[in-house]
């Protein structure tokens, strides 16, 4: 009996384990294929740094990455930045972590802040140069190897010494806010004290409303996100613009060695969000937010491009598919018809 109980016990189970199996389809490993998918093939970001000279770009973004840029680097005197006239240079890299590769292209805008006003008009036409490239290369046969260097995201780097956005930061902001996802940084964070940091940061969120700037914004969480996301989402939000120290130098501090700056009074840390808002920027750039700058860069900046390109091909091809209207030909004057009996008489 007890046999015989064991047994129809064993069938039950059996049979149930195989209703299971037949209910599972196998969908639920799609993202296990993307997630190898995406590895394989890498991942691309291009960032865009503006700002004048002597705001430690070049040591923030080696900051932010853990390398080095701008190995041969000219340093300018400051005759040469005032002649010096706005370009475009990049500096692309391929780094890999655990498996995952990115490539990473910076965008640097040397010369920009340092003479004219109007200045900033060689980067938008760089980034609408990308937009045109991709929206060509979109619409050819070869759309696999698509190569995407549009710009994704541009740091842009506001004085500490001032009251606020200057004319020239709010001139190349509205230039460039319709066309990238612009982040505002204030530089060199550590010649301001906290109470000096958050004054400034309060009157640069103002002018930014005041003057209709559209500067990145962080998308809302969903309700099903943890709590400790939400915190983190609530605390980036607050925090804009981020304060920012870059230091490739490390130091000692506390028995410890990390990187910072080191001044007669004490260390600045880069890595101490006591002292300035570098993790926090890293944490949104790299590894919260970097998906969605490429997200609405492709289906809200590059889309309104391509909207605008394919409108101006159709008013152009309207043009040219009107009728011509055909122009009465002019009669000719009398001595013009002696002349030709004359002619015909000769012949």
């Not at 700002?51 to 080696?62: A, D, I, P, W």
Request: charged share 30%; with cysteine.
């Amino acid at each position: 009996m007890i046999i015989v109980t064991f047994f129809h016990k064993a069938l039950i189970s059996f049979f149930f384990f195989l209703s299971q199996e037949k209910q599972y389809v196998g969908f639920a490993t799609l993202p296990n294929q993307v997630h190898r998918k995406s590895v394989k093939k890498g991942f691309d970001f291009t960032l865009m740094v503006a700002g004048e000279s002597g705001m430690g770009k070049s040591t923030l973004v080696n900051s932010l990455f853990l390398t080095d840029l701008y190995k041969d680097r000219k340093l300018l005197n400051a005759e040469e930045r005032i002649n010096q006239t706005v370009e475009i240079i990049k500096h692309t890299v391929d780094i890999e972590e655990k498996g995952v590769k990115l490539k990473l292209t910076i965008v640097d805008t040397p010369g920009f802040g340092d003479a004219c006003l109007e200045d900033w008009k060689p980067i938008t036409d760089y980034i609408d140069q990308q937009f045109e490239q991709y929206f060509r290369d979109e619409s050819g046969l070869n759309r696999k190897n698509i190569q995407d260097n549009r710009v994704h995201c541009c740091l842009y780097f506001i004085p500490p010494f001032g009251h606020g956005l200057r004319p020239v930061d709010v001139e190349f902001m509205k230039a460039l806010h319709e066309k990238v996802n612009i982040i505002p940084l204030i530089a060199k964070a550590d010649c301001l004290t906290p109470n000096e940091i958050k004054k400034l940061k309060d009157r640069i969120r103002e002018e930014i409303d005041k003057f209709g700037i559209k500067v990145y914004q962080f998308p809302e969480c969903d309700s099903d996100e943890d709590e400790e996301f939400k915190q983190l989402d609530k605390e980036l939000k607050e925090c804009t613009p981020f304060a920012v120290i870059g230091s490739n130098t490390v130091v000692e501090a506390r028995g410890q060695r990390v990187r910072g700056r080191l001044y007669p009074w004490g260390i600045v840390e880069v890595e101490n969000q006591s002292h300035c808002d570098f993790v926090k920027l890293r944490n949104m750039l790299i590894r919260s937010h970097m998906h969605d700058l490429k997200d609405v860069t492709c289906d809200v900046h590059y889309e309104n491009y391509r909207a605008q390109c394919i409108q101006e091909m159709t008013r152009y091809d309207n043009r040219m598919e009107s009728p011509i209207p055909i122009l009465p030909l002019s009669t000719p004057d009398v001595d013009t018809e002696k002349l030709i009996k004359m002619k015909d008489e000769e012949v």
